[in-house]
């Protein structure tokens, strides 16, 4: 049962451009979400997060926007630098359950200069 | 050091060998936790510890996967008799607060021939 799909493997856009990266969810019992960034070879870095008391988060280029009723969420990254490229995974969470963290696949996003 | 340590960062093993994972938290963090990444797939949940709290085993995937975690500090998990699908990224996590961000190692590459 997987609760949290990227439905997305991957993503190519051009540097300076928008990325949007997808995640649907199917617990509407979660209300904490995540993204992480991960380069190969090293583990998950945490990038922005949003409370589903909220259904918008911005961090500088980073954006993420929860629609609730729809149970999906999503990353904007503008502008997109090639540094960015890298795999990105979604994460949910219910408070009973402390910090542990549900993800999704994982979508890789090339941005090419 | 700053950031949560696996070792060894690389592991190859026979089939029906025992292997010891080793995870060393970022220094006051009280929850940890053990994920694991198999090949094109995301980050499959293990177990949870937090504080002195009854661990959370709910995601080890059979008997032969064991944790134990020492105090707040260091962490162990254990595969005994290796099966080739245990062949994955093994990735440890750790938290602050109970419900806060993960922060994860670089991970330990398993390969089980």
């Known amino acids: 049962d997987q609760q949290v799909k990227q439905n997305s493997p991957s993503l190519s856009v051009q540097e300076g451009r928008i990325s949007i990266l997808n995640c649907d969810y199917t617990?509407?019992?979660?209300?904490?979400f995540l993204w992480y960034k991960k380069y190969p070879a090293e583990g998950p870095t945490f990038l922005i997060s949003?409370?589903?008391?909220?259904d918008k988060n911005e961090d500088g280029r980073f954006t993420v926007f929860l629609n609730k009723s729809a149970k999906h969420l999503s990353l904007h990254i503008v502008p997109s630098q090639p540094g960015d490229s890298a795999v990105y995974f979604c994460?949910?969470?219910?408070?009973?359950?402390?910090?542990?963290?549900?993800f999704g696949e994982g979508t890789q996003l090339t941005v090419n200069p | 050091g700053a950031g949560v340590s696996q070792s060894p960062s690389n592991k190859v093993t026979e089939k029906g060998k025992d292997v010891e994972l080793r995870c060393d938290p970022i220094?006051?963090?009280?929850?940890l936790y053990w994920y694991r990444q198999r090949l094109g797939q995301g980050l499959e949940f293990l177990i949870y510890?937090?504080?002195?709290?009854?661990?959370?085993k709910s995601g080890l995937p059979s008997d032969r996967f064991s944790a134990e975690r020492t105090g707040e500090s260091v962490s162990t998990l254990t595969i005994q008799r290796t099966q080739q699908e245990d062949s994955a990224v093994y990735l440890c996590?750790?938290?602050?607060?109970?419900?806060?961000?993960?922060?994860f190692g670089p991970g330990t590459r398993l390969l089980v021939l």
């Open positions: 996590a750790s938290s602050l607060l109970v419900a806060g961000v993960l922060y």
């Open positions: 617990n509407s019992m979660f209300d904490y």
């Open positions: 949003i409370s589903s008391i909220k």
């Open positions: 994460a949910a969470s219910l408070e009973t359950s402390g910090s542990r963290l549900t």
């Open positions: 510890f937090q504080g002195n709290s009854a661990p959370d």
């Open positions: 220094s006051g963090h009280t929850a």
